[in-house]
């Protein structure tokens, strides 16, 4: 058994141990997985395993999804075996030898110079998100060091707590880089309908987008949103690709969904996330709300998110409703030096 399939076993049996389901109700019912699919998926590490591999799996997912068409090449008759093109035909397109680009491709060959990426991108007609994706796994790759990094923290800032708070009636929360949610205020819980059923500490934004069954009737774009979620795993995991956080999450998935699994084998990491959402809520009806999303300076990896309506509006008038009635144990900040001394006798 070699290193890899050896790591990726390790994770597919925690992940096994962790899959019992939290509240009975969050596998869906299409979700069992075969002997033999659990046998393909264990042929790679779920996040990638060595960076020169992640690499060259990355060139060879573009690879084979990009036609001659579409990369200005003309086809002669006949049937094509190769899905996309084939690897003589890109590294022609990218002006470096078939037996450089094959190197590339299995993860030997670790160091490509700058050109040679912008001409592996060019001829791939990789966007900007996708060109800079490939490299940072180019660099990762240069510098690799084997020890495995510790899974980030997951403590929030109490003035991030505020401003959590004060954001009101806007539902708002702060994920970390793996989706977790990690502190939110009453709409930003009760937005998602049915993920406070779920244990803290399980409540991650792709596993109820794959994994509870209130997630498909909850967004009227499921597909969409499951095609960016998995777009953003990706990308976070090609540069950090044997994170626990990481892992763990994506080896549960994997078992879990044969969505997520047929998305995660595309490998795209351009997710278009749109600017509104529309959520069919069981509480207040359905609402559209605008979305933003940021990095949060300073932590590690976290990111807030926050929705909005018009005031006025009737989908402002939803948000009021919802977090009104939501739940009030959301995490609430620390006080203040100034508060507690004004409470003082």
Known sequence: MDVTRGVFTLVLLRARRQAEPFGGNDRAPHSTVTRGDTGAMASEHPTGGSEGAELGRFLRARRTQTSPQHAGLTVGPGLRRT???????????????????????????????????????????????????????????????????????????PHLKLLLESLRPNPAYVISRS?????????????????????????????????????????????RQITACVARLRAVAGTAPDAPD??????????????FARLWERYEVTGRKPAQKTFHHPSVGTVTLTSQSMQLEGTPGQRIGVYTAEPGTPDHDALLLLDMTAPQSAQRPAKTDAERHRQQP
């Open 246 to 259: 990481l892992t763990n999450l994506v080896g549960e998935l994997l078992l879990k969904s044969p969505d």
């Open 83 to 157: 899905p996309g093109l084939r690897r003589e035909e890109l590294a022609t397109l990218a002006g470096i030898s078939i037996d450089y680009y094959v190197r590339l491709e299995r993860g030997k060959e670790t160091r490509p110079s700058p050109s040679v990426l912008d001409a592996l991108a060019r001829a791939l007609r990789l966007d900007d998100q996708e060109h800079q994706h490939l490299r940072d796994l180019a660099a990762r790759a240069a510098r690799y060091a084997p020890e495995t990094p510790p899974a980030p923290s997951r403590t929030v800032r």
């Open 179 to 223: 989706m977790d949610m990690l502190s939110w205020n009453p709409g930003g819980l009760a937005l998602y309908a049915g993920l406070e059923d779920w244990p803290a500490k399980h409540r991650n934004l792709a596993r109820y987008l794959f994994l509870h069954p209130a997630a498909r009737d909850l967004f009227p774009d499921w597909d």
